[in-house]
């Protein structure tokens, strides 16, 4: 089974902050609006409880950017709300009052925005403090449950790289990010949305992150 030291995931944790500060810049100039993001958990998990999470954690009905990446370290970067927090952060962001049926008109095209802005965000993480590079592919929105998500992307994935064979194997990890988010104007509301952040990888994909967290660390 493959298992990161406490080491390795603080260092992990370290690139997905650095990720998320990028982010929150970005977000902020995006809006007009100071956007606040922390990251309180980090997981690596199987496929199969990486789902259970999510259905532990939010409601059956998620939505989802998905943007793969390929390259040395390659697999599959997913942007997760659930549907009704989904609309609340379109709310959020556009900073307006709008009736329902607006705000489903441009929740895809939000959440695309928001998705793509975090997920490469954390993708470049990974290119400043390792020796590897990847290309991202263009970002999608989707709806479904955890299963659903987690199992169309990791096979998608497949087509360019081979994240499964068949079903989804058991030691194939996913490393699960909790992710907060609000804006600086409901601190004083202390209302928080939350997401996940999903990364699935194949074991081949995981041995190279290991093999260079090792490196970095060797070099502290």
Known sequence: ???????????????????LGMA????????????LLSLPQLKVASFQEAARMLVENQNEKLVAVRQNFKGELGGTALLIFPGAESLELVRTLLSEDMPL??????E????????????????????QMMSVSFEFESAEFLKGNSNFLLDITSHMAAQERSLMKGSVAEHERAVVLMMDFKTSDEEQKEHTLSGFVVLLF???????????????????
Do not use: C, H, P, W
């Open 108 to 127: 895809q095209e939000t959440l695309l925005d928001v998705g793509n802005v975090i997920l490469n965000a954390f993708l470049e993480s990974f290119t």
């Open 101 to 106: 049926e607006v705000l489903t008109e441009l």
């Open 1 to 19: 089974m493959f298992m990161l030291t406490e080491l390795e995931e603080d260092a992990l944790k370290e690139f997905f902050n650095m990720g």
């Open 24 to 35: 929150a810049d970005s977000l902020s100039q995006m809006v007009d609006n100071e956007v």
């Open 202 to 220: 194949s074991r081949e994909a995981l041995v190279i992150l290991k093999r260079e967290l090792d490196t970095i660390l060797s070099m502290l």
